[in-house]
């Protein structure tokens, strides 16, 4: 029989009426380089009606077009976070890192009818126009920046301020949305072929959200001030803006002062209780505390979470030991909304027996369930030691692609298994107890000589090194094992440390056939759109010669 339950529809626009009027008083701040400018969510929200007004009534969005992002995170990226899913239509951030050719791409996949830009990113924006469908009608720019850079557009150029002034502050969304409908839209990174679309659904952000503010995730309160240093364009900040208004939590917003310089000067002044990036931004933020060049102060931080790629376990044992801030990993994806898993360790265990738990990519909750799945397809156990592919599923894990407007959803190939299961490409065991550890990429294991060497592995005994800023290990091409390691390491300025000191280091902590025989000293390793290391560019410019290798020991 059914329940007697009421069955409410979980949307975005009640995160909206929330957020707005019972935490009013909460705050959005963005940094302008100086200082931290500030407005309530109280008047968050009425500018957020005022947007969805203009976004109706003045650019004619209807049903469920799609609006773009191409901004930092700011105040005015929030509002746009709140008013284009609330009113019915799809949040598309785009990723303002990526390549000229594959942004123009997504724009004209998603058929975007209006872009919001930041005034900064114009240089981005506007040598795309000429390759751009003219589905794109509207152009809002916010802050400043050179407008004249979008004079060869054939739609309409609008101001951002302008635009929402003297509009009504409350706005009549829809309350009969399907909460299965689609509220947001963001693009894969894209290293392998042309970025896939994940479609998010209200229902989804919704639940989402949920598991992003309970005490096993990040577990946000109305006494918390949040700083996403991920950006809005990745993942939708891993769910802190919506998950922000739903309990209250003030934002402080970085916009695009990214820099470690300018990220611990707004630590210092706005005393932040938590934040969120990928590895090397607090690989870059521990660089400047360290150096004791300036007098920060970072004390207010409670919690940092380390997730997007592997969390060195020298980088969060040096914010624990150093700083006293708790470094959470976790783990997610596009395709997982992101989260994913959150490394919170068991009751009961001393500190020292929580790091181990602590380092791994985290337990699962309730509502994503992980299989790991062997190379011959079949069920591996959860007992922490088999490893295979991890496969997931759960209400807020994608279940096919974005097929393009008007198409039917891509069903993204061998990306989701026969009976739904999403295939993460991530290679690990999964304990009994819930927690996953990740070995490898499945494209970036070593396979050498029949064996698995993890890239990872070698990449955090390397950072573990005091001389060692940043550390990459990829496969390369090998006539007598298929494939071994190439180590290339970031030395910190003015370490005379020798590559062969580094092997000689890492040969007391990892089994020596895995020891790297090449090496090679880099200025810095090459990032992707969202910060993680590119390993894809390392291993092209070995194969070219580009990089100056080392060779040491026998091979
Ligand atoms: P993206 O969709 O661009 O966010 O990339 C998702 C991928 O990032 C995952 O499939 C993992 O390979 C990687 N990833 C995310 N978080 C972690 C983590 N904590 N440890 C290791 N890899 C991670």
């Not at 930092?72 to 785009?94: F, K």
């Not at 409670?302 to 044992?317: E, F, N, Q, R, Y």
Request: hydrophobic share 40%.
């Amino acid at each position: 029989m059914l329940s007697t339950m009421q069955d409410v529809p979980l949307t975005v626009a009640r995160i909206l009426e929330h957020g707005a009027t019972v935490h009013g008083a909460s705050t959005v701040a963005t940094w302008d380089g100086e200082r931290a400018v500030r407005r309530t969510f109280a008047e968050v929200g009425a500018r957020a009606a005022q947007l969805a007004h203009a976004l109706r009534d003045e650019l004619g969005v209807t049903g469920d077009q799609r609006v773009a992002t191409l901004m930092w995170n700011n105040t005015e990226h929030q509002e746009a976070y709140l008013a284009i899913p609330s009113m019915g239509a799809v949040l598309h951030t785009l990723n303002l890192r990526l390549p000229p050719q594959q942004l123009a791409f997504i724009i004209n996949h998603a058929a975007d009818h209006v872009i919001i830009a930041n005034g900064s990113v114009l240089p981005l924006l506007a040598p795309l126009l000429p390759q751009l469908n003219p589905t794109l009608r509207h152009i809002v720019v916010s802050g400043p920046g050179d407008r004249g850079l979008l004079a060869g557009f054939s739609g309409s150029v609008h101001e951002y301020e302008e635009l929402i002034a003297d509009r009504p502050t409350s706005f009549p969304f829809p309350t009969d949305l399907d909460e299965r409908s689609a509220a947001a839209l963001c693009y894969t990174s894209g290293t392998t072929g042309d970025p896939k679309g994940v479609l998010y659904s209200h229902r989804s952000v919704y639940l989402h959200c949920l598991q992003v503010v309970s005490a096993e995730s990040f577990g946000f309160t109305a006494r918390d001030l949040l700083l996403p240093v991920v950006p809005m364009f990745h993942v939708n900040a891993w769910g802190i803006p919506h998950a922000a208004f739903m309990v209250g939590s003030s934002l402080l917003m970085p916009d695009r002062f990214l820099q470690p310089k300018p990220l611990a000067a707004m630590i210092t002044a706005e005393r932040p209780t938590f934040s969120a990036a990928v590895p090397t931004i607090w690989t870059g933020l521990l660089d400047e505390l360290d150096s004791g060049g300036e007098a920060y102060d970072t004390s207010s931080l409670d919690t940092v979470v380390i997730g997007g790629s592997a969390c060195p376990p020298a980088l969060m044992k040096a914010f624990q030991d150093r700083y006293g801030i708790e470094v959470i990993h976790a783990w997610g994806m596009t395709e997982t909304s992101p989260l994913g898993s959150v490394a919170h360790p068991p009751a009961g265990l001393t500190p020292e027996q929580e790091w181990p738990y602590r380092l791994t990519q985290g337990r699962f909750p309730a509502t994503v369930q992980a299989r790991v799945v062997g190379p011959d397809g079949s069920a591996m156990p959860h007992d922490g030691v088999a490893e295979g592919e991890i496969e997931v599923r759960g209400p807020w894990i994608a279940r096919a692609y974005f097929g393009g407007a008007g198409q039917q959803p891509d069903a993204g190939g061998d990306k989701f298994s026969d009976d739904g299961w999403l295939r993460t490409g991530d290679v690990g065991t999964v304990s009994a107890d819930g927690y996953l550890t990740l070995t490898d990429r499945a494209k970036d294991v070593i396979k050498s000589g029949g064996e698995w060497i993890s890239s990872v592995a070698l990449e955090n005994e390397l950072m573990a090194h005091p001389d060692v800023l940043e550390a990459a290990v990829v496969a390369v091409p090998d006539e007598k094992w298929g494939e071994r390691p190439l180590a290339t390491v970031v030395l910190r300025p003015g370490s005379d440390a020798d590559v062969r000191t580094l092997r000689e280091f890492l040969a007391g902590r990892v089994a020596s056939w895995q020891l790297p025989e090449r090496w090679a000293v880099i200025e810095s390793v090459p990032k992707t759109s969202v910060g993680k290391f590119d390993k894809k560019v390392i291993r092209a410019s070995y194969a070219d010669g580009a990089l100056s290798v080392t060779k040491l020991g026998k091979e």
